[in-house]
């Protein structure tokens, strides 16, 4: 039994797999790549249900295993606009699940999603921000933009400012032809001097 709905087979975020992804004007390639990962939500030690931590990493590993598309490693291309490093998704997800059933998955097994900017290098540092069932419920409610996309922005609690010191994460989604949204990206960007920091690490 699938955990999640999914929209048309035939198509995947309007997007034709069939071809080849094109770099977008103004970025580069980058070594680094971005994933998503869901996993139980934090708790204290009080709070902590070992048996309940069990079922949960049940749940999880059924997710990734049938949704591959969704939880592995993306590549990026990457940008420099004045001190900052914008990092995007080379190529959209290919995930036909709806968001709205990943909300729900969500919500009953108490889960979020880790997600990841992984730095290559032995002594890089990967960049890890939580993305809620209250972030993704935020983020459907949220205008579209130009591209019709709707976004929500993921950053270390308490850290608004303009430039937070570990960066911060653009996760959108689309809406296909049934009203239900499809993830689209997840993107992250960070201060410059910083990302230098975290490449080399010593």
């Known amino acids: 039994m699938s955990f999640l709905k999914y929209d048309d087979k035939n198509t995947t975020n309007n997007v034709d797999l069939t071809k080849n992804p094109m770099k977008v004007a103004g970025y580069e390639n980058s070594d680094s790549t971005i994933s998503l990962e869901p996993v139980a939500r934090p708790v204290d030690t009080v709070s902590f249900d070992l048996n309940k931590n069990l079922d949960q990493k049940e749940v999880c590993s059924k997710l990734k295993k049938e949704q591959p598309q969704l939880f592995q490693e993306s590549s990026v291309i990457v940008k420099q606009i004045g001190n900052e490093k914008q990092y995007k998704q080379m190529q959209q997800f290919s995930s036909k699940a709806t968001v709205e059933s990943l909300i729900k998955v969500m919500e009953e097994s108490n889960l979020v999603l880790r997600c990841n900017f992984i730095r290559p290098g032995f002594n890089a540092r990967n960049s890890c921000l939580m993305c809620t069932v209250e972030d993704l419920k935020q983020m459907l409610k949220n205008p579209e933009n130009d591209f019709n996309l709707k976004s929500v922005k993921l950053n270390v609690s308490n850290d608004d ?10 996760l959108s989604a689309s809406k296909d032809r049934s009203g239900q949204h499809l993830l689209y990206s997840l993107d992250y960007h960070i201060n410059e001097d910083r990302d230098k920091v975290l490449y080399s690490i010593h």
Do not use: A, I, L, Q
């Open 161 to 170: 400012s303009f430039s937070p010191k570990h960066g911060t994460m653009f």
